[in-house]
């Protein structure tokens, strides 16, 4: 009996349209302004999801304080460097592994990823870098996209925090 076959070139490119779609409509999601719900943990891990804030940094630091964590399960959309920043140090601190099982960008993707003793995605683990506060920084200098004053003392602390961090995990921040 003969056999239907698809040819590849159709299967891929249906795959990869699917895959496209997918990450179209999860930064379309990423982009709202949901309140963010606090890390959530089960067993040895807590799962960070929606958007990084000054509170989910407050969260993770009190779960890591009362829970024996291992594991940092990843689903967000990024959100603020500095509070990004601040739990990617208690990620490498702690030495605790990190495993995307959703989207994982921006801040999230830029240092909670990088931070992790092994680092791991999943088969629905989208992991999606688009600049830096250091490329900010360098769009500024070169005239490509100024910033006003009060904008770049704050730019300029930040770039300061990630060096550190970069330099502490000994990744080029390049990878940004």
Known sequence: AARCRTPVSFTLG???MRYLAVVFVSLLIGCTT???????VSGESILIRGIITTETATEFK?????????????DSGGGDVESAIEIANLI?????????IGKCYSSCANYLFPAGRTKTISELGIVA???NAHHLLYLHKTGRKPVNASDLA???RLTALESAFFDSIGVDQFIC
């Open 14 to 16: 249906v795959i990869s």
């Open 34 to 40: 949901q309140p963010s719900p606090p890390p959530l």
């Open 62 to 74: 009190r779960e890591l304080t009362q829970s024996k964590i291992t594991r940092v399960l990843l």
């Open 92 to 100: 490498k601190k702690h030495e605790l592994d990190v495993d995307v």
């Open 129 to 131: 870098w688009h600049g």
């Open 154 to 156: 704050v730019l300029t």
